[in-house]
């Protein structure tokens, strides 16, 4: 009995072994250079431009991805294949004042000429008291407050740029290097975390000598700079916004009685490192500033292949790559190609996702874990559309397992292949390096881990081991030349194999990986 | 009352013995000796801060070099033709990046030709070895120890005499054009090093504007600056023995193309020039 037990329980085993060699072997023989060239070439053809983000050629390639996902069975989430990614230029508004009553006497301050936004300004007016707060800096790992002992709910607080003793290599604050206090955008974090309503900003005249109020450098305010030079955003309400501006010596002068004044303050903060903060008498700060948002919003293209274990499935493994480029060259020669079709960078990687969600369609078995695809829009622009994403995930990020990131896969030789983020993501590194005996790269683990090169970096951020499937660099990057007909098709499919297999074992497994923090 | 006239003579005498020094004028003008080479150690520290999205990325480097100032002859109107290169060149640079060090070998030797007025005025300029023109290195293409240019008139200690400048760069298939205005004051004679030299001093008012295009990336620059600087001359042998120069610019960038940015970039820079 207990050998027939026995002979069964290998039996069965031989069963599933077999059949999961042959489902792995179905969905490898479903990716195949044809496949990989249908998409590729689509993708990086001259009619979708370049697939700027945003772009109407951009649009065409998420209908595409979206109608494949469809057609290989994948699900739709929320009923639809897009997440809008919202995303826009933020432009300087038309009503932007500053005025300071001084002892019942009124000064108003001119826009460029004595103040200036920021661009993380908020589109609100405040009226309120003033406190000056030294460099605007609670830090606690420094054992330095600006705001010890002193109030600023519902008041305007001055500030100074930088940090103190600056130039100074013994400075507490990482000596000569500027520690992330010394950004005007912490600065504003930590006064709207006081309470703060409004923010002025002064260069710190200790060190600096030009004071002018530089603010953001507004198109609308600049000689040269082109309204199309406006950087895209990501639009998710990370933060309350409230006014920032920089304002210049003149102000200063009023408030402090002579920017000589303010040095000596300054002068005395660095010394002691105590802070020397202080509520203006008689000073009332009327401060508005208005930006525009404008609306440049693209999509992710998602698809969801549910998992087949009734508990596993809420589980998720994310397979993504970003299937934007660059757009088109506009000033050219008519005889120039000016196209930048982002053949490997990257509808080789796309083209490797469409591959696996198209092989894991003819499999019969489908893996316990669900897995979901992304097509990420704006990774040109920022890393936009996965920041939006794990800012705003369409399933939960404590179900996400890992991530699979493929970015430029269709170059240089045959036998090597990139990991990065392998250092962080241990597991994930034996999974995929063990699925490698039977695709057969030299792997090449690149010690510039996890970091802000693709898609990938935006899930560690949020603490979810990642793999990074990379080809390599190559003169073509960012250029016109990047065309379909560089692409090295094997190559391309050995990297869809590879990713198939470490997700099949990944979406089968019912462990849970690490991350290693660096 | 003798105290008081003691008191007077002393200010007298002490009056007297300053106004003569005071009271001198000079004529400041560069004398360089034909196939005599002059060599200046030559640092720069220049402290860059970049801001995106209200994040600051700060870039500190150091370049040391030694700049060889060769003079050929004088051309009929009495201007010295001079050859410029770098013997030697070092960059340190450290950022959030990591910190390097390069030996620039592709900028040695890299002549370029000058002539030069008595005053130190750039008369012509002809770039012999040219440096492939990008943004790094455009700036080599030029001379890299900018004289201070002299005043056309007799000058006493006090007075001050103004240069205007305009240059053009042409860089990465655009021009970028820096305007500096720059008042030099005589301070006056001091012994420098165990040279009686005159002492100037300098304020500056700087501009840059410009374009360029590179790959579909098309950007501008803009900004401006301030400079102030002291100098060592050695009036009797018509040479600048030591140039100091602090100047803060800020600019901003902005490019469209494959990237929509506007980066504000903020740079220190102390340029200290020593006659070996």
Avoid at chain 1, 70 to 87: A, C, E, H, T, W
Avoid at chain 1, 242 to 255: E, K, N, R, S, T
């Amino acid at each position: 009995m207990y050998k027939n037990i026995l002979l069964l329980l290998f039996v069965s085993l031989l069963f599933f072994a077999g059949c999961t060699s042959s489902e792995i072997q179905t969905g490898e023989d479903a990716i195949n250079v044809s496949l990989l060239q249908k998409y590729i070439f689509f993708l990086a053809s001259d009619s979708l431009m370049g697939r700027d983000t945003p772009s109407p050629g951009l649009d065409t390639a998420a209908i595409f991805i979206a109608e494949e996902f469809k057609n290989d069975g994948l699900k739709p989430i929320n009923s639809s294949y897009f997440q809008r990614v919202k995303m826009g230029k933020i432009k300087l508004g038309s009503n932007n004042h500053l005025a300071a009553t001084i002892n019942d006497k009124k000064i108003n301050y001119k826009i460029k000429t004595d103040f200036t936004p920021f661009e993380m300004t908020g589109n609100k007016e405040v009226n309120a008291p003033v406190v000056f707060v030294g460099y605007g800096i609670d830090a606690p790992k420094f054992n330095y407050n600006d705001y010890a002992g002193i109030d600023v709910k519902g008041k305007v607080v001055f500030v100074l740029r930088h940090e103190p003793e600056e130039d100074n290599p013994e400075s507490i604050f990482d000596g000569k290097k500027a520690t992330h206090y010394s950004s005007v955008d912490k600065k504003v974090e930590i006064a709207i975390e006081k309470g703060a309503v409004g923010v002025m900003v002064i260069q710190d005249p200790l060190n600096h000598s030009m004071l002018n109020p530089r603010g953001f450098p507004w198109p609308s305010l600049s000689k040269l700079i082109p309204e199309d030079a406006l950087p895209l955003s990501l639009d998710f309400n990370e933060r309350e916004k409230i006014p920032v501006v920089q304002v210049g010596a003149d102000v200063a002068a009023d408030l402090f009685g002579s920017v000589e004044k303010l040095k000596e303050i300054q002068s005395s903060i660095d010394k002691d490192l105590k802070p020397a903060s202080f509520e203006f008498k008689n000073v009332l700060i009327s401060l508005k500033t208005e930006t525009e948002f404008l609306d440049q919003s693209a999509k992710n293209v998602v698809g969801l292949l549910e998992g087949s274990d009734p508990e596993l499935k809420e589980e998720v493994l994310v397979i993504g790559a970003h299937y934007d480029h660059v757009g088109v060259m506009k000033k050219h020669r008519d005889d120039e190609d000016y196209i930048f079709n982002g053949a490997d960078d990257n509808a080789s990687g796309t083209s490797c996702l469409l591959s696996v969600a198209a092989a894991l369609s003819k499999m019969d078995t489908k893996p316990k874990r669900s897995i979901l695809f992304i097509a990420f829009c704006g990774e040109e622009k920022g890393l936009f559309g996965s920041k939006y994403y794990v800012e705003n995930p369409l399933i939960p990020l404590e179900n996400t397992v890992a991530m699979l990131n493929l970015d430029m896969t269709g170059r240089n030789s045959i036998d090597s292949l990139f990991i990065e983020a392998a250092d962080v993501s241990p597991e994930l590194k034996e999974i995929n390096e063990k699925e490698n005996e039977a695709v057969g790269f030299t792997l090449l683990y690149s010690s510039n881990i996890g970091s802000g090169r693709s898609d990938h970096a935006n899930f560690i951020k949020k603490g979810i081991p990642a793999l990074f499937y990379f080809s390599g660099m190559h003169p073509d990057y960012h250029k016109v030349s990047d065309n379909p007909d560089k692409i090295n098709y094997p190559k391309a499919v050995k990297v869809a194999k590879l990713v198939l297999r470490t997700a099949w074992q990944i979406a089968n497994d019912n462990k849970k990986y690490s991350l290693i923090k660096k | 009352m003798k105290n008081l006239l003691k008191i007077a003579t002393l200010s007298a005498i002490v009056l007297l013995t300053a106004f003569p020094a005071a009271a001198q004028s000079y004529k400041i003008k560069y004398n360089f000796e034909t196939d005599k080479s002059y060599l200046y150690d030559y640092t720069m520290t220049n402290k860059m801060t970049q801001e995106v999205m209200g994040n600051e990325m700060k870039f500190d480097s150091e370049l040391n070099a030694i700049i060889r100032m060769q003079k050929q002859g004088d051309t009929e109107s009495g201007n010295s033709i001079l050859i410029t290169s770098l013997d030697s060149a070092t960059v340190k640079t450290s950022s959030p990046m990591g910190d390097t060090t390069m030996v620039m070998t592709d900028m040695l030797g890299k002549r370029i030709k000058l002539e030069i007025s008595p005053l130190g005025k750039i008369v012509t300029r002809e770039v012999l070895d040219s440096v492939e023109a990008s943004l790094m290195n455009a700036q080599f293409n030029r001379e890299t120890i900018s004289l201070p240019e002299m005043s056309e008139n007799e000058i006493k200690p006090g007075e001050s005499w103004t240069v205007d400048k305009v240059d053009s760069v042409e860089t990465a298939g655009g021009v970028f054009i820096n305007t500096s205005k720059n008042v030099y004051t005589l301070v006056g004679k001091e012994s420098y090093k165990n040279y009686e030299c005159l002492k100037i001093t300098s304020v500056s008012e700087l501009t840059i504007e410009g374009n360029a295009s590179m790959q579909g990336f098309d950007f501008v620059a803009e900004g401006t600056g301030k400079a102030t600087g002291t100098i060592y001359f050695d009036n009797e042998k018509g040479l600048l023995k030591e140039m100091v120069q602090n100047m803060e610019l800020q600019f901003n960038l902005a490019g469209t193309g494959q990237q929509n940015i506007i980066i504000p970039i903020t740079q220190e820079m102390t340029n200290t020039y020593t006659l070996k």
